[in-house]
């Protein structure tokens, strides 16, 4: 997380968003976390033909709410930011999981979504 939270905030910073960058960070992992969530929930419906029950969108906000809350905990409460941006060791490193990360999300749900297709139109 600490990585990835690196990259974002240092992406943040080089396109003008150096005053929030530390708060956006937090908001672009969550978001894609719960990302994941959902295609996990579309996943397991699909190739296991589970009826998955329909959560509530309170349901889904909460969950975002409760992995902003816990990302700010780990990750910027108590000036922990701070050291994490100024780590040379992650610094360092390519930027190719931070962009990877968001990038696989999309394949699966639209791989997801293909075997879903499938299964409607009967040839899976």
């Known amino acids: ?6 990259k974002y905030y240092w992406f943040q910073v080089r396109v003008g968003n150096q005053d ?3 708060y956006t960070s937090i908001v672009i992992i969550a978001f894609i976390l719960n990302f994941y969530f959902i295609i996990c929930l579309m996943l397991i419906g699909s190739l296991f033909n589970i009826e998955i029950p329909k ?7 909460i ?13 910027v ?3 922990k930011y701070k050291k994490i ?10 930027n190719l999981l931070a962009i990877l ?5 999309f394949v699966v749900l639209f791989f997801s979504l293909f075997i879903k297709m499938l299964q409607n139109q009967g040839r899976l």
Request: aromatic share 12%; net charge positive; no cysteine.
């Open 1 to 6: 997380m600490e990585y990835l939270y690196n």
């Open 85 to 94: 941006i100024n780590n040379e060791t992650i610094k360092k490193k390519n």
């Open 63 to 75: 969950g975002f709410l409760i992995v902003l809350i816990l990302l700010y905990t780990l990750l």
């Open 55 to 61: 959560i509530p969108k309170i349901g889904y906000i």
């Open 77 to 79: 409460s108590n000036d």
């Open 20 to 22: 929030v960058a530390k």
């Open 101 to 105: 990360f968001p990038l696989v999300g």
